[in-house]
Structure formats: structure tokens, C-alpha cells
């Protein structure tokens, strides 16, 4: 079982910029890929950013260009740098761990972009 926590939601105005951790309970060096989601009240859970054990990137064409998805193995670790924030990037994010046939999910972190 591995248990991911959720970090760094926090309010912040459009423009700015924000840091989101994922701590694993345990070594992330054997799992392939990581990933961060979100989800807006009322609307569907999307993929944000993934990242594989060999440091290969995805990103949902609504951030690309502005999130930077990384993962610090030795730290068991993954981030997510938000910039130049909009609206529309409000929602719970949550950190999710791909290990064989089984995902895991963090409990998610609250992020509202707001004037």
C-alpha cells in the first residue's frame, strides 16, 4: 500500500504562482509513472501533469507552459510548479501513483485562483 499526502494548496491571485508536493510512504524509484489530477466542483477529475521513472513529461494542453510536473526519488517526492495562474486552474488536486496493475490517490489539496 502506498500512501501519498498532498501539500501547498493555498489561495492566490491570477498571475502568481504556487508549489503542490506529494510525499510517498514509501520509495517512488519503482514506480513508473506519477501524476497530478484535478478536479472543479461539478466537472469531471483531468489529468494535469504525469512523469515516468525516467523523467519523461506529459502535460494537459491548459498548463503546458506553465506547470512544471518533477520528482525527487531520493526524497520519495513529487512536485508541481504552478505559474502565472488563471481562474480556471481553481480545483482539488490530487497526486496519483501508478505501481503494476494498482493507482493510488492522495486526498487531494485545495487550490483557488482569485482576484
Known amino acids: 500500500q502506498v500512501q501519498l499526502v498532498e501539500s501547498g494548496g493555498d489561495l492566490v491571485q491570477p498571475g502568481g504562482s504556487l508549489g503542490l508536493s506529494c510525499a510517498a510512504s514509501t520509495t517512488i524509484f519503482s514506480i513508473f509513472i506519477m501524476a497530478w489530477y484535478r478536479q472543479a466542483p461539478g466537472k469531471q477529475r483531468e489529468l494535469v501533469a504525469q512523469i515516468t521513472n525516467s523523467r519523461r513529461t506529459n502535460y494537459a494542453d491548459s498548463v503546458k507552459g506553465r506547470f512544471t510536473i518533477s520528482r525527487d526519488n531520493a526524497k520519495n517526492t513529487v512536485y508541481l510548479q504552478m505559474n502565472s495562474l488563471k481562474p480556471e486552474d481553481t480545483g482539488l488536486y490530487y497526486c496519483?501513483?501508478?505501481?503494476?496493475?494498482?493507482?493510488?490517490w492522495g486526498q487531494g489539496t485545495q487550490v483557488t485562483v482569485s482576484s
Open positions: 496519483n501513483a501508478a505501481l503494476g496493475d494498482k493507482t493510488y
